[in-house]
């Protein structure tokens, strides 16, 4: 196959640009490409930025006769342009900027410095606060911190919205809002009201990311892995229909029961409360419930022992919220269309809120920890097939049922020093069992 990730993969990829830019004149710059010891670059859907670790020997001579951390100087803010490549000549090229300057060794010829940097839009963040109001569907709301607030230049990949929602900025921080409005979001697919809510906003090397946690589990795949004990001999030994071989391999069920239950991941209980006509409801959702409307990776979400089921109406439930309803909160309109929406819910915490909560618990109970030779395609969010041969097995090709499957890339770091090029991906999803094959494009409904 020609876009095969081989065992020579993990050989010294290329750094072609670490330009770091002075803040007190842009035209000063230095390449920090010479002095490389390690690069470390960091993505998740966890994380509202991308960021990197550049360690370099900074040694006498560099700039203005002295080291590049007093001639420059370096003592953050700074701009660096960064382009790498794998072995397989994806590239990625990046700007971001110096977050924290941390000298290792120090000596009187040379010293070791380690560079943290982030997103320029993870610094503005911390100097801009919303303070307007923002109407309409919340994905809308999105595009518009980003474009208006942030100002950000970078592509925008945003999933929409099928639910509205009123609120004023109140001078909270752009990123925070952003990760407070994804609790708050329902993707707009068929039979999504009621069954599923929940986004991640997140940023990869191809920009911003708003998406829904269905939408990431009905992806196409991105590669096919597999891991076995023999060697791949530079891809000749890669079987059929995969891309790759991992070096390493880690399994982690995540599915502390006690916590899980604490957290709601599979039922949950809202008690909402209407001022206005005393109306008191208690609801109930139950994974297990809406299971067959969820996108799943596996073929199914945990089975618990029935023996801890509580029978009888309102009664099955691990975790409770109260809530007094949304209504009559920041109606969109002229005055006499706010009077007439004045009973409207501005968030329908019934089809809403506890059905986030379980999605987001959920999606975190299989876990998957893999190294391979180093993959710039990779991004975090993608989807990727891994298979791995059960203990004991009695065929060579026999893979695992279980554990075997597609899972979302949560968190991706690739590493490269002077001498070895590698990607490490944390791997979750939602569900158990193998389900479609290595060869497939994505998850069957």
């Not at 994380?47 to 590049?68: P, R, Y």
């Not at 971001?96 to 610094?123: A, G």
């Not at 939408?215 to 196409?220: A, N, P």
């Not at 989807?383 to 041969?389: E, R």
Request: hydrophobic share 30%; charged share 25%.
């Amino acid at each position: 196959m020609s876009n095969q990730v081989i065992t020579k993969s993990a050989e010294p990829s290329f750094i072609e640009r670490m330009d770091i830019y002075s803040n007190k004149d842009q035209s000063k710059t230095v390449s920090l490409v010479g002095g490389t010891v390690r690069l470390m670059y960091y993505e998740s859907i966890l994380q509202d930025t991308l960021k990197a670790s550049f360690t370099f020997a900074d040694t006498g001579n560099a700039i203005d006769k002295k080291t590049v951390l007093e001639g420059l100087p370096i003592v953050g803010q700074e701009k660096v342009s960064i382009k790498f490549k794998d072995n397989n000549n994806n590239v990625l090229s990046l700007t971001l900027y110096v977050n924290k300057v941390t000298p290792l060794t120090e000596d009187t010829t040379k010293s070791m410095v380690q560079l943290d940097m982030v997103s320029k839009e993870f610094i503005m963040n911390e100097k801009i606060r919303l303070n307007k109001r923002f109407d309409g569907k919340i994905s809308d709301h999105i595009k518009d911190i980003l474009t208006t607030s942030l100002k950000t230049k970078k592509k925008i990949d945003i999933e929409e919205t099928s639910n509205t929602y009123n609120f004023i900025g109140n001078n909270r921080k752009p990123y925070y809002a952003m990760n407070w409005l994804s609790k708050k979001a329902v993707p707009n697919i068929p039979g999504a009201e009621g069954k599923t809510a929940g986004y991640f906003f997140f940023e990869t090397s191809d920009g911003f990311k708003f998406k829904s946690i269905d939408s990431l589990l009905s992806q196409e795949k991105k590669k096919s892995i597999i891991y076995n004990e023999s060697p791949d001999s530079r891809g000749t030994n890669i079987p059929a229909g995969y891309d790759t071989k991992a070096l390493n391999y880690s399994k982690d069920n995540r599915v502390d029961v006690q916590e899980k239950l604490k957290m709601g991941a599979f039922s949950t209980r809202t008690i909402l409360f209407d001022p206005f006509t005393c109306y008191y409801e208690v609801v109930t959702p139950n994974a297990k419930q809406s299971e067959k409307d969820l996108k799943l990776a596996g073929k199914e979400l945990p089975v618990l022992n029935p023996e801890f089921n509580q029978t009888g109406s309102n009664k099955e439930f691990s975790r409770t919220t109260y809530y007094l309803l949304d209504k009559g909160t920041l109606p969109s309109g002229t005055t006499d269309q706010q009077i007439q929406k004045s009973e409207e819910e501005n968030f329908e915490y019934k089809n809403i809120l506890n059905q986030a909560i379980m999605r987001y618990n959920q999606l975190y109970s299989d876990k998957t920890t893999i190294t391979i030779s180093g993959d710039f395609s990779l991004h975090a969010g993608d989807v990727v097939f891994i298979d791995a041969p059960p203990q004991n097995a009695e065929k060579k090709d026999e893979v695992n049922k279980q554990s075997g499957g597609l899972y979302i890339i949560a968190d991706l770091c690739h590493y490269i020093s002077p001498k070895e090029t590698f990607t490490k991906l944390n791997l979750v999803r939602d569900s158990f069992g193998r389900k479609g094959n290595h060869t497939s494009g994505s998850i069957p409904l």
